[in-house]
């Protein structure tokens, strides 16, 4: 199979230029800067006029609910949100039933997505209190990382000996993932928070339960912890300005911002109240504003999603009710399109954060990069294309979005995953199954 993308604009490796590319049994085999197209035979010509032309998201973080919560989410829907969304590779977490700390429960994922994902997939293998004795049979080459929840939001994975945690960081072989919020400052903060509002304070407190000292408390440890160690560090959801001041001074520690925290701020709450509803919480419009800035200066190395879908049932309540989690895969990469037309970041910055380094960070093999000779993970986007987010076109399994309602100008026009397109002219090809990432 023998494709050209012709006459778009490439923007790979902090260069913006017109360009074709050509791609051969799902790998880029040429790419021509200018628009000079190749003498030769092809299956397939794509044109790429009016659109830019970038490496295919790379999403270190999704919580895609299979096994065990496929109510509200499985591998099959999740993936084709990834698709429409311009994601063609996503890393999913191990808080799921069973939860992924076992050697067979990572098998039966794999086993899962080789039949049901519709994009390339990973799966983080999940620390405990116990599990460190598993580390040496993990294979570096088939998983990113190991995830571990210094404060645990979901099901029983909280790591909080002491002991462990130092065994933890002295033997992972991969980089670890954590989740850093301190259970007993958050714990405190909701006793106290029931006592004055009542068994489940409205959601606009949330942010002062999961509080900035909650979150910096854990993050410190963790950077203690690794630099004591050696150990690579990767913070997810970065959510304050004084958890970015822990940042920067050691090359094995980087940090993960995500989509909502970017985008949304604790005002959102009046109009959004629990769909916007997560942990880390939302924090207030000066914690956002200093994570925009982090972006350009790098404290902040990717921009994941902690895409999180519960039914609209499950957010009922306030913070002792309501789920916390969202979905963000499908609408991930245009509403950071709208924060570059908003002069947060330049175009050549997402790709940077999006596609090369959550790449460069786990190690993956051949993807995140327009070369010669990589998988041909590649996205099409065009500028300048009004639509608005409705009920109809979500793709999670959920049914809904906090983005319903908004208008975006750039759309996903196409995704090729492997060089083969898996979204375009608004359909998912649920034919198509990606492949199992490379590391290392």
């Not at 645990?152 to 992972?172: C, H, P, Q, Y």
């Not at 997810?236 to 822990?246: F, N, S, W, Y």
């Not at 350009?296 to 789920?323: F, M, S, W, Y």
């Not at 076109?393 to 759309?411: A, D, T, Y």
Request: aromatic share 6%.
């Amino acid at each position: 199979m023998r494709t050209l993308i012709q006459s778009g604009t490439l923007v790979n490796e902090g260069q913006t230029f017109e360009g074709s590319i050509v791609i051969e049994d799902g790998k880029i085999s040429q790419i021509i800067q200018r628009n000079t197209t190749p003498e030769a035979s092809y299956d397939e010509v794509i044109d790429a006029s009016g659109c830019f032309v970038i490496p295919g998201v790379i999403d270190d973080h999704v919580h895609f609910r299979e096994p065990g919560l496929t109510e509200k989410a499985d591998m099959d829907s999740e993936s084709r949100a990834a698709a429409a969304g311009g994601v063609t590779t996503y890393f999913d977490m191990p808080n799921t039933i069973p939860q992924t700390t076992t050697l067979e429960a990572l098998e039966e994922k794999f086993a899962l997505a080789a039949k049901k994902s519709h994009v390339n997939y990973s799966f983080f293998f999940g620390a405990t209190n116990d599990n460190t004795g598993l580390f040496p049979q993990l294979d570096v080459h088939r998983i990113p990382g190991i995830k571990l929840f210094m404060g645990s939001s979901t099901g029983n994975m909280l790591v909080d000996r002491r002991e462990a945690l130092e065994k933890i960081f002295s033997s992972s072989p991969l980089p670890l993932m954590t989740h850093c919020e301190d259970t007993d400052i958050i714990n405190r903060n909701m006793a106290e928070a029931k006592e004055k509002y009542g068994e489940d304070p409205k959601v606009t407190h949330h942010p002062e339960i999961r509080s900035e000292e909650a979150c910096y408390e854990s993050t410190k440890l963790a950077v203690e912890l690794a630099t004591k160690h050696h150990a690579r560090l990767h913070v997810a959801h970065l959510t304050t300005a004084k958890e970015l001041g822990l940042l920067g001074k050691e090359k094995n520690i980087t940090a993960e911002a995500t989509v909502s925290h970017l985008y949304f701020c604790d005002r959102d709450y009046a109009a959004l109240g629990t769909r916007i509803k997560c942990n880390p919480a939302i924090k207030t419009e000066c914690d956002r504003e200093m994570l925009r800035e982090a972006l350009n200066d790098g404290r902040i190395t990717v921009i994941g999603t902690d895409h999180a879908p519960h039914l609209l049932t499950q957010k009922e309540g306030g913070c002792a009710k309501a789920a916390s989690g969202m979905p963000m895969i499908q609408f991930s990469l245009v509403t950071m399109l709208e924060l570059v037309d908003q002069g947060v970041l330049s175009l050549e910055r997402l790709v940077e954060l999006m596609c090369h380094n959550p790449a460069r960070l786990f190690d993956v093999r051949q993807r995140g990069f327009l070369r010669e000779g990589y998988q041909a993970d590649i996205v099409l986007v065009r500028p300048n294309t009004g639509w608005t987010v409705t009920k109809d076109i979500i793709l999670s399994k959920c049914g809904w979005s906090p983005m319903e309602g908004h208008m975006f100008l750039w759309r996903v026009e196409r995704t090729l995953c492997n060089g083969h397109t898996v979204y375009g002219q608004g359909k998912v090809d649920t034919n198509y199954i990606g492949q199992s990432v490379e590391f290392r």
